[in-house]
């Protein structure tokens, strides 16, 4: 009964490639997120949606096209990797109004 | 606009020696503020919040934190430290009704706690 899940867990693929990366959250939130963290750790804010629309769309160039497909998924999809790209990527989820949000276990993406 | 800082980017200490991990914030309104921990190869566990009432706030696995408005600071503590403590610490903050504004998380400091 995991609370966020994400799939793949590891991705490792070539440039020039698409991917996409899978979340879910089974904790009834109304807000999904994607993070990016870095090889130092820092974590950074991708993208928000709210019910299914975007909220929050922080500067990401415009090969990374998240999806919600519902309140409870929002996928990642990647075009053209770079090896820049390389990364663990978060998904989280939270009520829009409270506090604390909830993390997925991460996908590490590996460009090579 | 908001932002957190962790100055220390190690924090090293014995077993059952009480330890501090640092974190102050800057931000315009009153803040909604976190710490969250993260194990090798794992993802982000909430451990604590403080929201509005009482400066002291407890929270998992024995972690507490004392929200200092004067001083803008969020140190969490916690009075005897575990070898199991040992991971990345973030703290993050956000401003409450400031439209759709997301977490924002420090640079995370390191806890290696030796026994």
């Known amino acids: 009964d995991t609370a966020v899940s994400q799939t793949p867990k590891y991705l490792v693929t070539q440039m020039g490639n698409d991917k996409s990366i899978k979340c879910e959250q089974n904790?009834?939130?109304?807000?999904m997120y994607w993070y990016k963290q870095d090889s130092k750790k820092f974590l950074k804010i991708m993208f928000s949606?709210?019910?299914?629309?975007?909220?929050i769309n922080e500067t990401v160039p415009n090969r990374f096209s998240p999806k919600s497909p519902d309140k409870a998924h929002l996928n990642l999809h990647i075009n053209s990797l770079e090896l820049g790209d390389s990364a663990v990527y978060f998904c989280?989820?939270?009520?829009?109004?409270?506090?604390?949000?909830?993390f997925g276990p991460g996908t590490r993406l590996t460009v090579t | 606009a908001q932002s957190v800082a962790q100055p220390e980017d190690q924090v090293n200490v014995a077993e059952g020696n009480p330890l501090t991990v640092k974190c102050t914030y800057s931000?315009?309104?009153?803040?909604?503020l976190f710490w969250y921990v993260q194990y090798p190869n794992r993802g982000l566990q909430f451990l604590l919040k403080y929201i509005t009432g009482d400066n002291l706030v407890k929270g998992s696995y024995g972690f507490e934190a004392e929200f200092n408005k004067s001083q803008t600071s969020f140190h969490l503590k916690k009075p005897s430290a575990l070898v199991s403590d040992s991971a990345l610490y973030f703290c993050a903050v956000r401003v409450p009704n400031s439209g759709n504004t997301p977490l924002v998380f420090g640079k995370g400091t390191r806890l290696s706690v030796i026994a």
């Open positions: 989280a989820s939270s009520h829009i109004r409270a506090g604390e949000q909830y």
């Open positions: 904790l009834g939130h109304d807000t």
């Open positions: 949606y709210n019910n299914k629309e975007l909220i």
């Open positions: 931000v315009s309104g009153n803040p909604y």
